[in-house]
């Protein structure tokens, strides 16, 4: 597998290879795309979220020329900026942009900035809406919102989707 330019990236991919290779006989047999996806179900619904069906099969790409609509992360690139390039070239329905938003609900922008302004919600290991309610504060949020945030409330159609995910 080709290494990326972001230290950060190749830090993960390095540890899901070390759960792959030195793991059991399950995570043997699953791809490192399997495993972060794995990853991915295990801390949303640790921190409250809904639990969903597992379904390995997942291929690896060698490099980014293998992927469709493959998009460069450099150590430069903004927090969450690479993820709405991406969702854009997709051509998700509003909803389903604004939903996978809300992923900014858990976690921080980077270890080295845990304050208020590292983190899009008050309870960043909690799986709740409270990103959204963030959100449609703008501005008067205590905590980040970043370009692709706001610009959530600047679309009436993303605007639409925030209120509701806000409510529910």
């Not at 495993?35 to 060698?62: H, N, W």
Request: charged residues 25%; hydrophobic residues 40%.
């Amino acid at each position: 597998m080709q290494r990326a330019k972001n230290a950060q990236y190749n830090a993960a991919i390095k540890i899901v290879k070390d759960v792959q290779e030195n793991g059991n006989h399950i995570t043997a047999m699953l791809s490192v795309s399997d495993l972060l996806q794995l990853g991915g179900y295990t801390a949303v619904e640790y921190c409250g979220g809904p639990s969903m069906i597992f379904r390995m099969g997942r291929k690896d790409v060698e490099t980014e020329g293998e992927a469709s609509n493959a998009v460069a992360v450099t150590a430069a690139a903004h927090e969450n900026a690479v993820m709405v390039s991406k969702f854009d070239m997709m051509g998700l329905s509003p909803s389903e942009y604004v939903a996978l938003m809300g992923s900014f609900t858990l976690g921080f922008v980077d270890d080295d900035n845990k304050g208020k302004k590292g983190r899009w919600t008050m309870n960043p290991y909690v799986f709740d809406n409270t990103y959204f309610k963030e959100v449609l504060m703008g501005h008067e949020s205590r905590y980040l919102k970043t370009e692709a945030d706001l610009k959530l409330l600047h679309d009436p159609s993303l605007k639409e989707w925030v209120e509701k995910y806000a409510e529910d």
